[in-house]
């Protein structure tokens, strides 16, 4: 088989690559590398069945051998990254997913676009399933990515209705693992990076806000699951395990042995009050479920972060 993953270079599309190939896949790796890296698949690019195209899918892409399956993977996905490339966020939403629609239609490939827990917004249903339309403010700062989602969650929905396109949703919800950048900006890498350094861990408003943190091998495992049903409606991957965010600094703090402190500062606009995937569709559908717990998935992500911050220090003394 042949699958394209755009976005590949990135924190889940890299772990992706990695995961068709050793399924025996050819993998055909597309990214503009506006916030993904080559070193997140620089251990792959010796493999004979694995490619590198430097692309941004907001512009069509052409691809002269069969394709089986489109992995749509492609967009900023945290506040930082999509704050700092609004409009960029918006077009490879729209435009990146007409883009890779049409390039599935044209090879009759199955097609799964990688869809967000934002699309809820501040939900006014906890948890959230599936059938819950979501609180989204269209245009406050946080919208051009849960907008970009949404429409094409919709675009997707209209191609398979209409032109009979193999395709699958999966939401994702916030996901940790290896390959994450330190300054990305999202609550993990912020305080593993601050906690590391010595710096205060900044949490926002009261800290009681809430969040469910999946790690990136049950993400994959899911999203390979999901793409070979013949589910068309959106499914939620995450873990249901919910924190508040001041009790996972205090694990942060803990599990790294930091001195730092907590240093609170005002809630940013639009920021969701609690987060907590409904994950009952997946279990039913995909026989799916996390395995790995918060603490293990945290002790890997930090001895990462840990490696990735000496070998920066090592270069910057050469």
């Given at each position: 088989m042949r699958t394209v993953i755009t976005g590949g270079a990135?924190?889940?599309?890299?772990?992706?690559?990695e995961r068709f190939l050793e399924n025996g896949h050819n993998v055909v790796c597309v990214d503009n590398l506006i916030t993904g890296t080559l070193g997140n698949v620089e251990h792959l690019r010796g493999h004979s069945g694995f490619s590198f195209i430097r692309h941004d899918i907001s512009h069509p892409l052409e691809?002269?051998?069969?394709?089986?399956?489109?992995?749509h993977f492609a967009s900023p996905a945290s506040p930082v990254?999509?704050?700092?490339?609004?409009?960029?966020?918006?077009?490879?939403?729209?435009?990146?997913?007409?883009?890779?629609?049409?390039?599935?239609?044209?090879?009759?490939?199955?097609?799964?676009?990688?869809?967000?827990?934002?699309?809820?917004?501040?939900?006014?249903?906890?948890?959230?399933?599936?059938?819950?339309?979501?609180?989204?403010?269209?245009?406050g700062v946080r919208g051009v990515y849960d907008e970009a989602k949404r429409f094409a969650e919709a675009m997707v929905m209209a191609y398979h209705?209409?032109?009979?396109?193999?395709?699958?949703?999966?939401?994702?919800?916030?996901?940790?693992?290896?390959?994450?950048?330190?300054?990305?900006?999202?609550?993990?890498?912020?305080?593993?990076?601050?906690?590391?350094?010595?710096?205060?861990l900044t949490v926002y408003g009261d800290g009681l806000q809430t969040r469910s943190f999946c790690y990136v091998?049950?993400?994959?495992?899911?999203?390979?699951?999901?793409?070979?049903?013949?589910?068309?409606?959106?499914?939620?991957?995450?873990?249901?395990?919910?924190?508040?965010?001041?009790?996972?600094?205090?694990?942060?703090?803990?599990?790294?042995?930091?001195?730092?402190?907590?240093?609170?500062?005002?809630?940013p606009q639009d920021d969701p009050r609690v987060r907590k995937p409904d994950i009952t569709r997946a279990c039913q559908l995909l026989g799916w479920e996390p395995k790995v717990n918060r603490y293990d998935g945290m002790k890997r992500t930090l001895e990462y972060f840990k490696g990735k911050m000496q070998t920066k220090k090592a270069e910057e003394k050469k």
């Open positions: 990135g924190f889940v599309g890299s772990h992706l690559c691809i002269d051998q069969p394709i089986d399956n489109i992995l990254d999509y704050l700092r490339h609004p409009i960029q966020t918006l077009k490879v939403g729209s435009l990146g997913t007409h883009n890779t629609l049409g390039l599935a239609k044209l090879h009759k490939a199955r097609y799964l676009l990688a869809s967000t827990s934002e699309v809820y917004g501040d939900p006014e249903v906890h948890p959230q399933r599936e059938d819950y339309w979501g609180h989204v403010n269209p245009i209705r209409f032109h009979g396109v193999d395709t699958h949703i999966v939401r994702i919800f916030n996901t940790y693992g290896e390959r994450m950048r330190l300054d990305d900006g999202r609550v993990l890498p912020n305080f593993m990076g601050q906690a590391l350094r010595g710096e205060p091998t049950d993400l994959v495992n899911g999203i390979e699951k999901l793409l070979f049903t013949n589910f068309h409606d959106p499914v939620n991957l995450g873990n249901p395990d919910e924190v508040t965010i001041l009790d996972f600094a205090k694990e942060t703090l803990q599990l790294s042995g930091s001195k730092s402190v907590i240093e609170y500062k005002p809630l």
